[in-house]
């Protein structure tokens, strides 16, 4: 993608929030760049994709951390699902149980 789309599709999405009674924390959305099928994201457009050694989600789920607020309740560590597949494009799932029932 050019910059002259992300930034028409940015302007779209605005629009979009705007028309649907978005509130100014709504409006002010934090922007990606990304692709699944290469496995990369990036908070800035990049000029060139990373290639796929030096690819990463991480901006991803830094964001997600940073953004989506946790649930209510009793905060604990949750275990880590997000190992690095060695096949790309498979991640790996999982069923957790409360500590209490392990």
Not at 34 to 42: E, K, M, V
Not at 86 to 94: E, K, N, S
Request: aromatic letters at 4%; hydrophobic letters at 30%.
């Amino acid at each position: 993608s050019t910059p002259e789309r992300c930034s028409a599709v940015e302007s779209d999405i605005f629009d979009l929030f705007a028309s649907l009674g978005a509130t100014e924390e709504q409006l002010d959305f934090q922007v990606l760049y990304a692709s699944a099928r290469q496995g990369w994201a990036a908070r800035e457009l990049p000029e060139n994709p990373p290639a796929p050694r030096e690819a990463s989600l991480d901006p991803l789920m830094d964001t997600i951390i940073e953004r989506v607020p946790a649930p209510p309740g009793k905060q604990e560590k949750a275990p880590n699902l997000t190992d690095q597949s060695p096949r790309p494009g498979l991640q790996p799932c999982g069923k957790t149980k409360p500590k209490e029932n392990i």
